[in-house]
């Protein structure tokens, strides 16, 4: 039997939900500024990552109800049916349960009877290796025709009210459609992890390691936690590693790249990566300075807001990099068609 000939992912179309409850930086400010130690800590902290405001979902929605909108957007964009995919990728590591997978829920609130499905959750490295996976499903399933990536993010509903690190949450989806493409669209893929970082920052209870119990949930051991900092130099230096190795992977090189969209956490660390790669600011796109750190949405959310700016054009070399709690990165590069 003769080989199939390989095919080429390209993006079609992007999507993404925000939801309607603002939290800004002056409801923390009002939270927090009565506690000691605290007086300062918002201010701070929007100095140094950028976000001024995050959106929360409604407390009756899981995390598929914020897939749902994303992905209706990027299908009706795509011009494609929910019956048209052949296969869901759920990107996130807030799913709806422990088990089953959350991209079953999704499948089933789309309307998508004819699809696969399966979850991807490696914090925010997970959309990138989405657009990878799928990539990889398109080049050798000739069958698979239409794929749905969904990013989706609800960490707000795992966080303790009164523990600073709810500055960072907003929740939020986006979504991309991926078909077969006669031109180049998938580059290359890149990952790196280190699990020695997996005790620092994470919902170290409800799982396997420890099942939920009246004790954990007492212990707040079932809410997400930031036992230790992670050191700069993880995303300062490792944003920029993992794009050369892109740069090596995919055959272009560095200065090729028209827009690199980075993981929606610290505007700084973005700021140093581009400079450290020798790329202008113009070529790169932030958002959390509006909807905050969305996690395993936030490049797909970022993809989607770039693309309404104007900020793509076909032929377009575009870098995705995401680096997530674990920790995982990953990194993703497509020519725009």
Same mark, same amino acid.
């Given at each position: 039997?003769?080989?199939?000939?390989? $095919?080429? +992912?390209? /993006?079609?179309?992007?999507?993404?939900? &925000?939801?309607?409850? !603002?939290?800004?930086?002056?409801?923390? =400010? @009002? $939270?927090? +500024?009565? /506690?000691?130690?605290?007086?300062?800590? &918002?201010?701070?902290? !929007?100095?140094?990552?950028?976000?001024? =405001? @995050?959106?929360? +979902?409604?407390?009756?929605?899981?995390?598929?109800?914020?897939?749902?909108?994303?992905?209706?957007?990027?299908?009706? =964009?795509?011009?494609?049916?929910?019956?048209?995919?052949?296969?869901?990728?759920?990107?996130?590591?807030?799913?709806?349960?422990?088990?089953?997978?959350?991209?079953?829920?999704?499948?089933?609130?789309?309307?998508?009877?004819?699809?696969?499905?399966?979850?991807?959750?490696?914090?925010?490295?997970?959309?990138?290796?989405?657009?990878?996976?799928?990539?990889?499903?398109?080049?050798?399933?000739?069958?698979?025709?239409?794929?749905?990536?969904?990013?989706?993010?609800?960490?707000?509903?795992?966080?303790?009210?009164?523990?600073?690190?709810?500055?960072?949450?907003?929740?939020?989806?986006?979504?991309?459609?991926?078909?077969?493409?006669?031109?180049?669209?998938?580059?290359?893929?890149?990952?790196?992890?280190?699990?020695?970082?997996?005790?620092?920052?994470?919902?170290?209870?409800?799982?396997?390691?420890?099942?939920?119990?009246?004790?954990?949930?007492?212990?707040?051991?079932?809410?997400?936690?930031?036992?230790?900092?992670?050191?700069?130099?993880?995303?300062?230096?490792?944003?920029?590693?993992?794009?050369?190795?892109?740069?090596?992977?995919?055959?272009?090189?560095?200065?090729?790249?028209?827009?690199?969209?980075?993981?929606?956490?610290?505007?700084?660390?973005?700021?140093?990566?581009?400079?450290?790669?020798?790329?202008?600011?113009?070529?790169?796109?932030?958002?959390?300075?509006?909807?905050?750190?969305?996690?395993?949405?936030?490049?797909?959310?970022?993809?989607?807001?770039?693309?309404?700016?104007?900020?793509?054009?076909?032929?377009?070399?575009?870098?995705?990099?995401?680096?997530?709690?674990?920790?995982?990165?990953?990194?993703?590069?497509?020519?725009?068609?």
């Amino acid at each position: 039997m003769l080989p199939l000939p390989q $095919r080429s +992912a390209r /993006i079609v179309a992007t999507g993404r939900y &925000v939801p309607q409850i !603002e939290l800004s930086n002056h409801d923390l =400010r @009002r $939270r927090f +500024a009565h /506690i000691q130690g605290l007086e300062t800590f &918002v201010d701070d902290m !929007e100095e140094g990552t950028g976000i001024r =405001r @995050r959106w929360l +979902a409604p407390d009756d929605w899981a995390t598929s109800d914020l897939a749902l909108p994303a992905a209706q957007q990027a299908l009706e =964009r795509a011009g494609r049916e929910p019956k048209d995919v052949d296969l869901v990728i759920l990107c996130t590591d807030t799913p709806d349960f422990p088990t089953p997978a959350t991209s079953t829920v999704l499948q089933h609130k789309l309307g998508a009877t004819n699809a696969g499905t399966f979850d991807i959750g490696c914090a925010c490295a997970s959309f990138p290796t989405g657009l990878a996976t799928a990539a990889g499903w398109i080049a050798v399933n000739p069958k698979i025709q239409t794929v749905l990536v969904v990013g989706a993010y609800l960490m707000h509903r795992h966080a303790d009210p009164s523990d600073p690190t709810v500055f960072f949450y907003g929740d939020g989806a986006g979504a991309a459609v991926l078909e077969p493409s006669d031109e180049p669209g998938f580059v290359a893929a890149a990952t790196h992890a280190d699990g020695s970082y997996a005790e620092r920052w994470g919902i170290f209870a409800g799982g396997t390691a420890e099942p939920a119990s009246h004790e954990a949930v007492d212990a707040g051991r079932t809410q997400v936690r930031l036992i230790e900092r992670y050191p700069p130099e993880i995303n300062n230096e490792g944003w920029p590693r993992l794009v050369r190795e892109l740069a090596q992977n995919g055959d272009f090189e560095v200065p090729d790249i028209n827009l690199a969209l980075f993981t929606q956490v610290r505007k700084p660390s973005i700021e140093l990566v581009m400079s450290e790669l020798g790329l202008p600011l113009e070529r790169t796109h932030t958002i959390m300075e509006q909807w905050g750190y969305t996690g395993s949405a936030c490049l797909a959310m970022a993809l989607d807001d770039a693309v309404e700016q104007g900020k793509t054009e076909p032929g377009d070399l575009v870098v995705l990099v995401g680096s997530g709690v674990g920790y995982n990165q990953a990194g993703v590069a497509f020519r725009w068609r």
